[in-house]
């Protein structure tokens, strides 16, 4: 029990920063390994110079007190989000069906790599993404961004898209109609066809607007540093560059993906996506639909 004032803190800490820099272009791990550090410095200080004094009844100052009791809960935060697993929260709605805005998911941080915190540089290769992971990259064109999208093609796969349809090496993608899918976005109804696509040893769930394009070329990203797919207005065809890999959206008709910005290259990876922990609608409402799920 003595140890929930100090664990709560650094919660607390953890969670202001996250949320007041989150939107703006600041390394957060960067900015929790410095609190780590200046928590640490301050735990040291405590335990072989402070501790003495405290004993002899001297009374000592809060700054240094409060940082050190939350340094061991820090850096343990610190390690599990850096090389096990880390939270993210689904901005947007290009993974619908599967994964829906306000989801926390966690992401597995050594599926594709042991990589250095702050650095992002691998150290030990443990394995490479799969046809049909869901994986959070930096976006090459917004590197100071996360993104989450479906692996649709690795190192030297042929993708084309074409009528809505995957076509990967010359062979189709299997996909079947399922219904429907409807959702509210902006204040709107929206509804779409659902289809379940197998990709690899994945079968998954995409939503596609009948009355939309397969392709829109005025939303191709102009300057994109990475190699990027061609096309001639409406078929899209990418041949996936090696240490590339092609990432598309479930939502294929309201995702900005690599169709339009290019391929993720492996040194933009963070990591596998692999379970849904939290959605405030879902817990609020008591229908624990979505919660403690994983990620097809």
Same mark, same amino acid.
């Given at each position: 029990?003595?140890?929930?004032?100090?664990?709560?803190?650094? !919660?607390?800490? $953890?969670?202001?920063?996250?949320? $007041?820099f989150s939107?703006?272009p600041v390394?957060?791990?960067?900015l929790?390994?410095?609190? &780590?550090?200046v928590?640490?410095?301050a735990?040291?200080?405590d335990?072989?110079?402070?501790?003495?004094?405290?004993?002899?009844? *001297? *009374?000592?100052?809060?700054?240094?007190?409060?940082?050190?009791?939350? #340094?061991?809960?820090?850096?343990? &935060?610190?390690?599990?989000?850096?090389f096990?697993?880390?939270?993210?929260?689904i901005?947007?709605?290009?993974?619908?069906?599967?994964?829906?805005?306000?989801?926390?998911?966690?992401?597995?941080? #050594?599926?594709?790599?042991?990589?250095?915190? $702050?650095?992002?540089?691998?150290?030990?290769?443990?394995?490479?993404?799969?046809?049909?992971?869901v994986?959070?990259f930096?976006?090459?064109?917004?590197?100071?961004?996360?993104y989450?999208?479906? !692996? !649709?093609?690795?190192?030297?796969?042929?993708? &084309? @898209? /074409?009528?809505?349809?995957?076509?990967l090496?010359?062979?189709?993608v299997?996909?079947v109609?399922?219904?429907? +899918?409807? +959702?509210?976005?902006?204040?709107?109804?929206?509804?779409?066809?659902?289809? /379940? *696509?197998k990709?690899?040893?994945?079968?998954?769930?995409?939503?596609q607007?009948? =009355? #939309?394009?397969? #392709? !829109?070329?005025? =939303?191709k990203?102009?300057?994109?540093?990475?190699?990027?797919?061609?096309?001639?207005?409406?078929?899209?065809?990418?041949?996936?560059?090696?240490?590339? @890999?092609?990432?598309?959206?479930?939502?294929?008709?309201?995702?900005?993906?690599?169709?339009?910005w290019?391929?993720?290259?492996?040194?933009h990876?963070r990591?596998?996506a692999?379970?849904?922990?939290?959605?405030?609608?879902?817990?609020?409402?008591?229908?624990?639909?979505?919660?403690?799920?994983?990620?097809?």
């Amino acid at each position: 029990m003595k140890y929930l004032p100090s664990i709560a803190l650094a !919660i607390l800490v $953890v969670t202001a920063l996250r949320g $007041v820099f989150s939107g703006a272009p600041v390394n957060f791990p960067l900015l929790l390994l410095l609190a &780590v550090v200046v928590c640490g410095i301050a735990w040291a200080a405590d335990k072989f110079f402070l501790a003495k004094r405290r004993a002899a009844g *001297e *009374e000592l100052h809060w700054g240094v007190e409060v940082p050190a009791s939350i #340094f061991t809960v820090l850096l343990v &935060v610190f390690l599990l989000r850096s090389f096990l697993a880390e939270p993210f929260r689904i901005p947007s709605s290009s993974m619908r069906p599967g994964l829906v805005t306000g989801d926390f998911i966690l992401v597995n941080k #050594f599926s594709y790599g042991i990589r250095l915190p $702050v650095l992002d540089s691998k150290v030990v290769d443990t394995g490479s993404p799969a046809r049909g992971d869901v994986a959070v990259f930096k976006a090459p064109h917004e590197p100071e961004k996360d993104y989450i999208k479906r !692996i !649709i093609g690795l190192p030297g796969d042929t993708i &084309v @898209y /074409k009528d809505k349809k995957l076509t990967l090496n010359g062979q189709p993608v299997s996909q079947v109609e399922d219904g429907t +899918y409807s +959702y509210v976005e902006f204040g709107q109804f929206l509804t779409t066809i659902k289809f /379940k *696509e197998k990709l690899g040893d994945h079968e998954y769930l995409i939503a596609q607007f009948p =009355q #939309f394009p397969s #392709f !829109i070329p005025s =939303q191709k990203y102009p300057s994109s540093p990475v190699p990027t797919c061609s096309d001639d207005g409406s078929t899209v065809t990418c041949t996936v560059p090696p240490g590339h @890999y092609l990432a598309m959206g479930d939502n294929r008709d309201n995702s900005l993906d690599g169709r339009y910005w290019g391929f993720v290259p492996d040194s933009h990876l963070r990591g596998k996506a692999f379970f849904i922990w939290f959605n405030w609608d879902d817990i609020s409402s008591f229908a624990f639909k979505r919660v403690f799920r994983g990620i097809q």
